[in-house]
């Protein structure tokens, strides 16, 4: 679902990303094409033409990761024994 709104371009060695609904290209890896499609502020400019669902489900996924990460993380000792 990530990469329905990018097309990844290698050229002369490089990688660019373009967005399907508002043409930006991008040189990054995966998380500025994400958070362009997302209108996630701060990093990357956001697309003034992403649809409604395609940010909605970015959002999900992204606030899952985060969670999924926080929880982990109390799980786990400092030498990464569980705190049982």
Wanted: aromatic share 8%.
């Amino acid at each position: 679902m990530t990469w329905v709104g990018n097309i990844v371009i290698l050229w002369m060695n490089q990688t660019f990303t373009t967005s399907n609904y508002c043409g930006k290209i991008m040189k990054a890896g995966t998380r500025r094409p994400k958070e362009h499609l997302m209108e996630k502020r701060g990093n990357v400019a956001p697309c003034p033409k992403a649809l409604k669902n395609v940010r909605e489900e970015l959002w999900k996924l992204f606030r899952e990761k985060a969670t999924t990460s926080i929880n982990v993380g109390e799980n786990v000792g400092s030498f990464g024994d569980t705190n049982k």
